[in-house]
């Protein structure tokens, strides 16, 4: 008060809002909303929840009342239109039938007949038609009028019973605040911790490494005393919880299995997962798989799964985070585990760190801008990881021979979510007007990686003996995509094929499908023109090629063009480097409001590649796709290197990778998927891998070349 003044009433108003809005929290569950706040005193607690509550209703019951209110209007216009437009019809119409001079003038005046013009038959008869058509909509728009007034009756006298408080807001027995002796102790403890890690870290690199037996009883017992303090704390923090009470027992279990475990089987394990799981947003409330509550946990932010409001983040942020440790301990103490002979490539590892400098900047610009904070996580959540996921299968995939493991589990992952997808198909509904789709958009890029994947291995021989496996994978995931019912899929597969075969060398197999391309090319002609036209499921593949080519004017592909035109209209005023992140894109051309049920529609758009160009302008888009042009040029130049066709497939199934996902950003909100960002990621790491082992890049020309490595194999 001193520097500034006594503040106003209007001053303590806003922070009182101000605080408001970040103490009062609101969250679903299921078809259930739970209102509460952190606040120091109970029964004024007590009273904002309840005053929010009120509101709640209030603002939704005026939001119902609203949308049928707001109809009304709109039918009302509409209907006053058509009786205009019939009004004037019939105006016409007597005009027309009367000709030019009206029959009473006539009969006053008989000379006035020679100016009489008969009506126009052809004329009358139109006008006839346009009245028939201007009263049966005046008909239907009566009965809509009709049905939204009793609607909106319905609304009001249903609304008490549709939402009512199934909870009344209680004060809380005792304060819910964190114990500053816990508090107190957990520092110290993690200070004693820090410091004895950096002094044995210290000896080890000095090349003093310290007494073994007293280090390892130090350790055991900061770790003893750790777990005994945290499992204290979660038992009252989580009132008796048992999934709290057991949580650092079992945190601790996997630290140590992180820490033991090799680099490649944890960041495998952790792919296989992050590709194969569920994430709880797929379906939508439709329907959910065994393992929903392990892809929950992964996958969605923990507060959804564990009762702490705090956990805004992911579990496979705190894995990626604690490999990340790992590999950093790991290299501060020369440890010889996960140590690659073969290095990568120093250009993708300095495209990489473009990528991350370049978020970085956009997002600091974005927020200096007066960008939202917590909706440009939204925008830049997965492109912050990508770096750190490449450096993690960068120390991970130490050499060619891993790629076999690489390999296997990219096409088991897809292999499972192609079970998933039949099995959704088959125990929920195999309709696709019930269930559009059965998995995610992001399941398209999986799908196409492993069928590419699969095709490169054909097409360059690197699996002699292993043809009808190939068959059946590939069976299973066109299975898959048919079961999940999405176009993008199937153009991602076109697309990812065609680079591959362009790219493949001319071994015996390409050339048998040349021949019988050329062979069979007046048949398929045949077979489209006939089925382009059918409804039959002989045709369902022309049908497809169809929906893509042909021009439509569906409410879905206008709402695309709409939001395309409002980015590019946003990207008019930033062009160097667009608005940052935090932003919504300029709205020009109104669509469809999709708020209710997607928020963030407006700072994620569908199109990543010009929401990105929006959001980054040209900087920033060239500074995140630098990283696609190195990768697709070391995998090429390590293709025309390599001596194996293991090494010639696994190189043509990185450029395929980077195809699929480039047209999986530009399609579908690439950017922000778990799965584009997982698929991606390792195949950057076998172009580098690649490049320096078959010779490809010019510094690494001293290591031997992988000859013998086979995709299909591994240790």
Not at 515 to 540: D, E, N, Q, T
């Amino acid at each position: 008060e001193r520097l500034g003044g006594r503040p106003s009433a209007e001053d303590r108003r806003e922070s009182l809002a101000g605080l408001l809005e970040k103490k009062l929290y609101v969250r679903a569950e299921g078809p259930t909303v739970v209102i509460g706040v952190d606040w120091p005193e109970g029964p004024t607690a007590r009273a904002i929840v309840e005053a929010a509550g009120r509101r709640f209703l209030e603002e939704r019951r005026l939001a119902e009342v609203s949308r049928v209110e707001e109809s009304i209007a709109i039918l009302d216009r509409h209907l006053a239109h058509v009786d205009r437009t019939m009004a004037a019809i019939l105006a016409e119409g007597r005009a027309s039938a009367h000709g030019t001079v009206h029959p009473a003038a006539m009969e006053v005046r008989p000379e006035l007949q020679a100016l009489y013009v008969a009506p126009d038959e052809g004329r009358l008869l139109w006008l006839r038609s346009r009245f028939k058509i201007a009263a049966t909509e005046h008909d239907r728009l009566t009965r809509r009028l009709w049905d939204a007034r009793i609607e909106l009756d319905s609304v009001g006298a249903a609304f008490d019973r549709r939402y009512r408080v199934l909870e009344p807001a209680r004060t809380p027995r005792r304060p819910e605040r964190p114990s500053l002796p816990a508090m107190l102790a957990a520092a110290t403890l993690a200070g004693l911790l820090l410091g004895a890690f950096t002094s044995v870290a210290v000896d080890v690199r000095a090349g003093r490494p310290p007494q073994s037996r007293w280090v390892s009883r130090g350790a055991f017992g900061a770790m003893l005393a750790a777990l005994t303090l945290s499992t204290l704390a979660a038992v009252v923090a989580g009132g008796g919880s048992l999934a709290l009470a057991t949580a650092p027992l079992l945190g601790a279990a996997g630290l140590y299995a992180l820490g033991k475990a090799r680099a490649r089987t944890s960041a495998l394990v952790a792919l296989f997962l992050v590709l194969a799981l569920e994430n709880p947003g797929d379906a939508g409330g439709r329907w959910q798989s065994p393992l929903h509550e392990l892809g929950a946990l992964l996958l969605a932010n923990l507060n959804l799964s564990l009762p702490v409001r705090a956990l805004r983040f992911t579990g496979l942020d705190v894995l990626m985070a604690l490999l990340l440790v790992v590999l950093l301990c790991r290299r501060a103490v020369r440890s010889p585990v996960d140590h690659s002979a073969v290095p990568a490539a120093r250009p993708m590892s300095w495209a990489a760190a473009t990528w991350l400098g370049t978020v970085l900047m956009l997002w600091a610009y974005g927020l200096a801008r007066g960008g939202d904070f917590r909706n440009s996580l939204w925008q830049c959540h997965q492109l912050l990881w990508l770096p750190g996921a490449y450096f993690v299968f960068q120390s991970a995939l130490r050499d060619p021979r891993d790629h076999g493991a690489l390999a296997r589990v990219v096409v088991a992952a897809a292999g499972v979510k192609a079970g998933l997808a039949l099995w959704v198909r088959l125990t929920v509904s195999a309709s696709p007007q019930v269930l559009p789709t059965a998995t995610s958009h992001g399941d398209s890029a999986l799908f196409a990686c492993a069928f590419a994947l699969v095709a490169a291995l054909l097409l360059e021989q690197a699996v002699p003996g292993r043809v009808p496996a190939a068959g059946f994978v590939l069976a299973l995931l066109a299975a898959g995509m048919l079961a999940n019912n999405r176009r993008l899929a199937w153009v991602e597969v076109a697309a990812a094929l065609a680079v591959v075969y362009v790219a493949a060398s001319a071994t015996a197999v390409k050339r048998a499908i040349t021949r019988a391309g050329v062979m069979a090319a007046p048949l398929l002609a045949l077979y489209c023109a006939a089925g382009w036209a059918s409804s039959s499921i002989a045709f369902k593949p022309v049908r497809v090629v169809r929906s893509l080519v042909e021009p439509r004017a569906d409410v879905s592909t206008a709402m695309r063009d709409i939001e395309n035109f409002n980015l590019l209209w946003t990207l008019r005023d930033h062009p160097l480097l667009g608005t940052g992140f935090g932003h919504e894109y300029v709205e020009k051309v109104r669509g469809m409001d999709i708020s209710s049920i997607f928020a963030q529609y407006r700072f994620v758009p569908h199109n990543s590649v010009l929401g990105l160009l929006a959001s980054g302008g040209v900087v920033g888009l060239s500074g995140i796709f630098l990283t696609f042009v190195v990768a697709v040029y070391l995998a090429a130049r390590a293709h025309r290197f390599a001596r194996s066709p293991a090494d010639r497939a696994a190189a043509l199934a990185v450029i395929a990778a980077v195809v699929v996902y480039l047209i999986q950003c530009y399609g579908d909100m690439g950017l922000v998927s778990w799965t584009g960002l997982f698929t991606l990621a390792p195949a950057l790491v076998v172009a580098a891998r690649l490049a320096a082992a078959t010779g490809a890049w010019p510094e690494a020309t001293d290591i031997p070349r992988a000859g013998d490595a086979a995709l299909s194999g591994g240790r």
